[in-house]
T-cell receptor
Framework: GQSLEQPSEVTAVEGAIVQINCTYQ??????LSWYQQHDGGAPTFLSY????GLEETGRFSSFLSRSDSYGYLLLQELQMKDSASYFC??????????FGQGTELSVKP | DTAVSQTPKYLVTQMGNDKSIKCEQN?????MYWYKQDSKKFLKIMFS???????INETVPNRFSPKSPDKAHLNLHINSLELGDSAVYFC???????????FGPGTRLLVL
């Protein structure tokens, strides 16, 4: 079967750094994507890792270790607008995305 | 300049009815998808089309039938609606391997 695990919720304060972990079990793995979804909104693409290592895009970075079936999303200099749900998603053959259950991030002042 | 658009945004209907949701993308992408997001925010793929051809068909009741008249459009028709069909349905498109997907605003379906 295929499964992804990520924490259900994380709380942090403005200006802090937070890491959201994702472990996965799947066949036909191509890479790991991350999406952000605000309440009432649509998922929006944040990053994609096909190879091991760290990818940086502004305040957000994503890491992948294929040998450990593990990745994380790192959010730096947290802002109130970062409060949202964050989903990791395995990319399989045919462009199929298998989503995790999502991590609800609350940023407090 | 909406990239992926869906209509309607909200749909309230009675059990047993048939309804359709439409999706259009103006990004020139070859691949389009339908996802269902339940009340616990779990996002699950339903269908995927590449250039009008069905490439992903998950375990979905055959009351759900997608149709792609051209590569910019992917519609979803649902027959004999049930209470459990209440959810948010998202359309998405992708230029290539599916790792980067652009989602529409969603259609909130409520079956009474």
């Amino acid at each position: 079967g295929q499964s992804l695990e990520q924490p259900s919720e994380v709380t942090a304060v403005e200006g802090a750094i937070v890491q959201i972990n994702c472990t996965y079990q799947t066949s036909g793995f191509y890479g790991l994507s991350w999406y952000q979804q605000h309440d009432g909104g649509a998922p929006t693409f944040l990053s994609y890792n096909a190879l091991d290592g760290l990818e940086e895009t502004g305040r957000f970075s994503s890491f992948l270790s294929r040998s450990d079936s593990y990745g994380y999303l790192l959010l730096q200099e947290l802002q109130m607008k970062d409060s949202a749900s964050y989903f990791c998603a395995v990319v399989n053959q045919g462009g199929k995305l298998i989503f995790g259950q999502g991590t609800e991030l609350s940023v407090k002042p | 300049d909406t990239a992926v658009s869906q209509t309607p945004k909200y749909l309230v209907t009675q059990m047993g009815n048939d309804k359709s949701i439409k999706c259009e993308q103006n990004l020139g992408h070859d691949t389009m998808y339908w996802y269902k997001q339940d009340s616990k925010k779990f996002l699950k793929i339903m269908f995927s089309y590449n250039n009008k051809e069905l490439i992903i068909n998950e375990t979905v009741p055959n009351r759900f039938s997608p149709k792609s008249p051209d590569k910019a459009h992917l519609n979803l028709h649902i027959n004999s609606l049930e209470l459990g069909d209440s959810a948010v349905y998202f359309c998405a498109s992708s230029p290539g391997g599916g790792e980067t997907q652009y989602f529409g605003p969603g259609t909130r379906l409520l079956v009474l």
